[in-house]
C-alpha cells in the first residue's frame, strides 16, 4: 500500500474543522485589538503573533502525522506524565505569577503553561493504564488508580491557583464512565456543585434538608417504594424544619450549643452510622444501603466544608466572581464588569451581528482580555446569533467526530485517549462559554482554537493532532 494511498485516509473532516476554527480565532482576534490601517501580519501586535503560533501549530500538526511514530506515545505515555508532574512541581518554585496564578515558566521572554500540556500527557497515561489488557475499572485497584492518575496534577495545578485548568480535569469522568463506572458517580458529582450553592448562597441548614430529603427519596424508589417514601420523608423533613423554631425558644436556646444544622447532621450521621454498623455485623449485604449512608456522611462532610473551602483555598476575586453569579453581591461596576459588558457586547450582536471588525464593544475595548478569555463575545457581537449558533454547531461536529472515530477503533489506547480528548476539549468550550454568558464565574480558561495564546493553541493542536495519527494508524495496521 503505497504512501498517498495510506494518507488518504487521513480523517480530513477533523483537520477540516481544525482549520476553520484556528484561522477564525485569528480574524477575531485581529478585530478585537485592530487599529486604523492595521494589517494582518503585524507581528508586534497579539494578532501577528497568533499568526505565528498558528504557523508552529500547523507545523507541530505535520510533524505528528508524517514524521513522529505513533509507538511512542504508548510505549512512553507514563515517561511523558512523569515529566510533566515534575515540570508542574517546578512551577511551583520557579514559576512566574500573572493574573493572579503562578503557572506560568519565562524562558527568554516567552512565557508558556505546563498546566496545558499537562492534559496531553494525563490522557496518554490513562489510555496506557485503562487500555492494557485486564482493566476493569469496577475492580478496587483499578478505579484507584485511574482517579490518583488524574488527581495529582489537579492537585499540583490548584496549588498553581490555576483553578480553570484544575475544573477541566473533571471530564476525565466522562471517560471513566464510558470505562465502567457508575452512573452515580456523576449525579453525586452535580449534587455536591448543588449542595455548594446552597450551603453557600442559603445556609448549611437548608442544604442538609435537601441532602436527607434527596437520599431518603432515592432509597425508596430504589426499593419500588415511590409513595411510602414520599410520604416519609415529606414528613421527616417537615419536622427537621421546625428545628430551628424549637430551638430558638428561651429555654432551650439558652442551655443549646449547636445551631440547627449541628443538630441535624448529628442525629442523621449517627443513625447512619448505626445502620453501617447493623449492615456489617449482620452480613446483609446491601451494597446500596451502605453506599446511600457513606455517601450521606461524605456528602454532610463537604457541606460543612464549604465556607472552609470558600473562604481559604479561592482567592478574593475568584470568591467575588462567585458572589455575584449567586446574587450575594451586585457589583456591575467592579468583579462583575467583564461579564457586564460580554452580556452587552453578544446581546447587541443581535440575529446577524454588526460585521467584522464593527463591534463597538470590541473596538473600543469596554470588555477586558478580549482576545482571550472573552473571545466569544466578540464573535456574537460582530457575527450575531447566527455567527455564535455556527461555532457551536462546528464544536459539535468535531467533538462528535472524535467520539464517532473513537468508537470505532478497535484498539483500547485509541479509543480512550479519543475519549480523553474529546472530554478536555468539551470542558474548555462548556466552560468558557457559560462564563462569557454569565453562568459560571469568571474563571480564566481558552476557548480552544480561537483564543489567543502560544500555550493553549499549541496544546489543542498537540491533543487533537496525536488522536488523528493513532486513528490513521489503526487503518493502516487493518490493512497489512
Not at 467583564?338 to 470590541?362: C, D, E, P, W, Y
Amino acid at each position: 500500500m503505497g504512501t498517498g494511498s495510506i494518507y488518504n485516509k487521513l480523517d480530513w473532516r477533523l483537520i477540516i474543522y481544525y482549520l476553520i476554527l484556528v484561522v477564525f480565532g485569528w480574524l477575531n482576534i485581529f478585530s478585537s485589538v485592530h487599529a486604523e490601517n492595521s494589517i494582518l501580519f503585524d507581528f508586534s501586535q497579539r494578532y501577528g503573533m497568533h499568526f505565528i503560533w498558528m504557523c508552529i501549530s500547523i507545523v507541530l500538526a505535520l510533524s505528528i502525522i508524517f514524521i513522529i511514530p505513533s509507538r511512542i506515545y504508548q510505549a512512553f505515555s507514563w515517561g511523558f506524565y512523569l515529566m510533566m508532574i515534575l515540570l508542574l512541581m517546578s512551577v511551583l518554585v520557579l514559576g512566574v505569577e500573572i493574573k493572579g496564578s503562578r503557572s506560568w515558566i519565562s524562558l527568554g521572554g516567552f512565557n508558556f503553561q505546563p498546566a496545558e500540556f499537562s492534559k496531553i500527557t494525563t490522557s496518554l497515561a490513562l489510555a496506557a493504564l485503562m487500555g492494557k489488557y485486564g482493566y476493569v475499572f469496577k475492580r478496587t485497584d483499578c478505579w484507584m488508580k485511574a482517579f490518583a492518575t488524574i488527581g495529582l496534577p489537579m492537585m499540583l495545578i490548584l496549588l498553581e491557583k490555576e483553578t480553570g485548568s484544575m475544573l477541566v480535569y473533571i471530564g476525565f469522568l466522562l471517560v471513566f464512565y464510558r470505562e465502567g463506572m457508575s452512573g452515580w458517580f456523576l449525579l453525586a458529582g452535580l449534587f455536591a456543585i448543588l449542595l455548594f450553592i446552597l450551603g453557600l448562597a442559603v445556609s448549611p441548614f437548608v442544604a442538609m434538608l435537601v441532602l436527607t430529603g434527596s437520599l431518603m427519596l432515592v432509597y425508596f424508589i430504589k426499593h419500588q417504594r415511590a409513595l411510602f417514601g414520599i410520604i416519609v420523608t415529606v414528613l421527616s423533613i417537615t419536622l427537621l424544619a421546625f428545628l430551628p423554631k424549637i430551638l430558638s425558644i428561651e429555654a432551650i436556646a439558652a442551655k443549646n450549643p449547636f445551631p440547627a444544622e449541628i443538630w441535624v447532621a448529628l442525629i442523621c450521621c449517627a443513625a447512619a452510622v448505626f445502620l453501617l454498623v447493623k449492615n456489617f455485623v449482620l452480613r446483609t449485604k446491601n451494597k446500596f444501603l451502605r453506599n446511600i449512608l457513606l455517601c450521606y456522611i461524605m456528602m454532610t462532610g463537604f457541606i460543612f466544608s464549604v465556607q472552609f473551602i470558600f473562604n481559604n483555598v479561592l482567592q478574593d476575586h475568584q470568591r467575588a466572581r462567585i458572589e455575584v453569579l449567586l446574587g450575594m453581591k451586585d457589583d456591575p461596576k467592579g468583579v462583575g464588569y467583564n461579564v457586564h459588558q460580554s452580556l452587552i457586547a453578544i446581546g447587541s450582536g443581535g440575529l446577524f451581528g454588526k460585521g467584522f471588525m464593527r463591534g463597538t464593544q470590541t473596538r473600543f475595548d469596554f470588555v477586558p482580555e478580549q482576545t482571550t478569555d472573552f473571545i466569544f463575545c466578540t464573535i456574537g457581537e460582530e457575527w450575531g446569533f447566527v455567527g455564535s449558533l455556527g461555532v457551536l454547531v462546528l464544536y459539535f461536529l468535531l467533538l462528535m467526530r472524535i467520539l464517532n472515530k473513537a468508537e470505532q477503533n478497535s484498539d483500547n489506547f485509541t479509543r480512550i485517549y479519543g475519549y480523553c480528548v474529546a472530554s478536555c476539549l468539551l470542558m474548555h468550550i462548556l466552560i468558557n462559554i457559560c462564563m462569557t454568558i454569565g453562568l459560571m464565574p469568571v474563571i480564566g480558561i481558552p476557548l480552544p482554537f480561537l483564543s489567543y495564546g502560544g500555550s493553549s493553541l499549541i496544546a489543542f493542536t498537540i491533543l487533537l493532532f496525536i488522536f488523528i495519527r493513532l486513528d490513521l494508524d489503526q487503518w493502516r495496521y487493518l490493512k497489512q
